[in-house]
């Protein structure tokens, strides 16, 4: 079966989307920094570029599992990524950060165990890894809302190129997730319906990066968190801050 000629429009637009943004990140150097994203993109790519080629059918059922695999393991270390990019001149509040997230990413792994073999499921295959993935991506979903909210509080100086990476994949991980969502909440819809919605918010994600990543950008730092505050308050918090990161620091070593 192939596509309608409106998702096909869609899909070409958001395969050449996908591909000016690699492109761009080969060009700028920017592969090397932000690498599982780098990586993810490829993936989500050839993933985008299956059913142009081989339209719907039991063909593409295996190659979207497998694809859907790949890029549930991308999810979680793009996650870490965002902790080490955004929080790269506090690296002992990235390192601790990260350290509780493995342990609560082993419980939801544990979780997702358990559902799969103590709790009924459905017949279909990729309905059985919706239910898999639900647990492991809302502890990504408060990964990435937690540290928004703490960049949103504290003014941390960030590179500009890691603000924009993590506003572009906040919004389109939340989409994902929440077409995740939508498909077990209504398991009589299609998962083409809620599939097409998400062509919408993909490459329009994808061109937010593409526009706003350049090799400059990764110079320049900016703070958003405490804008309500007066200067002085916020040095106060920066450098209580820069003290507890040297502090777990030291503790570290």
Known sequence: MKLP??????????????????????????????????????????????????????LYFWVFFVFQCIKLCFYVLIVFELYSVLLRDLKGIAQRAKRYSVVALVISVMLSVFV??????????????????????SILVLFIVLITVFLAYYPVPLHRNALVYATGYVVYFISKAALLFMINLYPAASVRTFSTILLYVGPGCVVFWTILLSRESEQRTLSVGSGWSPPERRQQVLLRLRELNDSLLRARK
Do not use: Q, W
């Open 5 to 58: 000629l409106h998702e096909r429009i869609l899909l070409l637009l958001e395969v050449i989307a996908l591909a000016s943004l690699i492109t761009r990140l080969l060009v700028s150097g920017l592969a090397r920094v932000y690498k599982y994203f780098f990586c993810y993109l490829i993936v989500d790519l050839l993933e985008t570029v299956a059913p142009l080629f081989i339209g719907i059918g039991n």
């Open 116 to 137: 799969v073999t103590a709790l009924p499921l459905p017949h279909s295959l990729l309905r059985k890894l919706f239910y898999v993935e639900i647990p492991i991506m």
